[in-house]
């Protein structure tokens, strides 16, 4: 099968979206030191420096691009409920961010921990949370996206919490680190492959 050459300076990624259609039954809450906080209408700089310290090693760059206007439009939104993980000292290490924007349909638009509570249990309770909370309304739909340059259990760990894949597409984009968007010793595991083309930011 002949390949697909990307452009130098972008950075492509294999998006697979997954859905839950039926509420999950009811089970213990695991057990965790970690709290959500409620983030109501959040500071735009403060929601980037957590979005930042969660993603920045799977490149996570599609809230740093958008105008301060567009991103508050979105994480003020009452149908938007954004949350931190805290642990005991109260230091945010995580994020949670449910979308209801959609009539029966919640959007598990950004979940994830730093990266050194990987491994440790954290992500099914903070699932658990996430799951509880979303399927408390009116809801017959909750799905999520995950790709290729996130950790490499992230598929694995979707299916494995009730969500079936329902579909795949391939994103290119200007690679963040090249935009200056995240820094460029950010997610070394992902080579930066020459600069972006003139005109391209």
Known sequence: MPLTQIPAGQVATIVTSLEMRDRPKLRPMPSSELR??????????????????????????????????DLTAIIADPRVHVFAVADQAGI???????????SGECELAYFGLVPELAGHGHGRWLMAQALAMAWTRDVTRVWVHTCSLDHPAALGFYRAQGFTPFGRA???????????????????????????APGRD
């Open 92 to 102: 945010e290490v995580g994020m949670l961010e449910l979308d209801f924007r959609e």
């Open 36 to 69: 959500l906080v409620r983030w109501p209408s959040p500071d735009p700089g403060k929601y980037r420096a957590l979005f930042r310290r969660v993603g920045e090693p799977w490149l996570w760059f599609s809230r740093l691009v958008l105008p301060d206007d």
């Open 170 to 196: 391939v994103e290119t984009f200007p690679d963040p680190r090249l935009t200056g968007h995240l820094p460029r010793e950010a997610a070394p595991h992902i080579p930066i492959l020459g600069e972006l």
